[in-house]
């Protein structure tokens, strides 16, 4: 499964983190959340990886099992 890549994130006053996926904006976190994100993704050792989790933005590796189902052809 390859790698996500092309996050970012930008820490805001005020407990907001705004996340990008190719300089598109993905999510924005507030709050609790917010601290949350930050106290992981300066941990992790795959910062890109958290950042796509965060952000629903990631591949589970069923999608070409599930497309060639019978069950989903028309």
Do not use: C
Request: no cysteine.
């Amino acid at each position: 499964m390859p790698r996500p890549h092309g996050f970012a994130y930008e820490a805001h006053s005020g407990r907001t983190v705004r996340i990008t996926h190719h300089t598109r904006l993905a999510t924005t976190l507030h709050g609790d959340r917010a601290d949350r994100f930050l106290g992981e993704v300066t941990t992790a050792p795959d910062p890109q990886l958290v950042m796509a989790r965060w952000t629903g933005d990631y591949k589970r590796g069923n999608e070409r099992a599930a497309r060639n189902h019978p069950r989903n052809r028309r």
